[in-house]
């Protein structure tokens, strides 16, 4: 593994720098560290129909897995908040949308990845599943 929880973190800070939230202000970066050791990063994309806003952690998986990243996901890095305050205030988790995008890649590899919710004071280390316990995913088509 050629990532540490502070690279990951820091990619996802860099990431967030790259947002597009022009009517928001409020800008999410999030990294991605497989078991390679490869890290894939993403920042929230908006959209002037609100609907079609993209999150950071779909970014980020759109990009993995359209750049043929199927290994296992070990672990993802969340940071946001409003331009030039990236990481001020309380811990970003993933929205529910983004909890079941993050549960489909992580099955490919057959893990429960580490979530990193950064705020100003704390990091969140949580597991997938205690973000979205009873998930549906592939093993639920049957």
Not at 8 to 34: M, N, Q, T
Not at 76 to 85: C, H, S, W, Y
Request: charged share 15%; hydrophobic share 40%; with cysteine.
């Amino acid at each position: 593994m050629s990532w540490s929880k502070d690279s990951l973190i820091a990619a996802a800070r860099e990431a967030a720098g790259k947002a597009y939230a022009p009517y928001s202000s409020f800008h999410v970066g999030a990294a991605l560290g497989f078991a390679d050791g490869s890290v894939v990063t993403g920042a929230n994309v908006e959209n002037a129909s609100y609907g079609l806003t993209l999150c950071a952690e779909t970014v980020a998986v759109g990009k993995a897995l359209s750049e043929d990243w199927r290994g296992k996901l070990e672990a993802v890095a969340v940071i946001g908040g409003k331009a030039g305050a990236v990481g001020a205030g309380d811990p970003v988790t993933p929205c529910g949308r983004c909890r079941q995008i993050l549960n489909e890649v992580a099955a490919l590899g057959g893990n429960d990845p580490t979530v990193l919710c950064v705020g100003e004071s704390e990091v969140l280390e949580l597991s997938l599943s205690d973000l979205l316990p009873h998930s549906f995913g592939p093993s639920s088509l049957g």
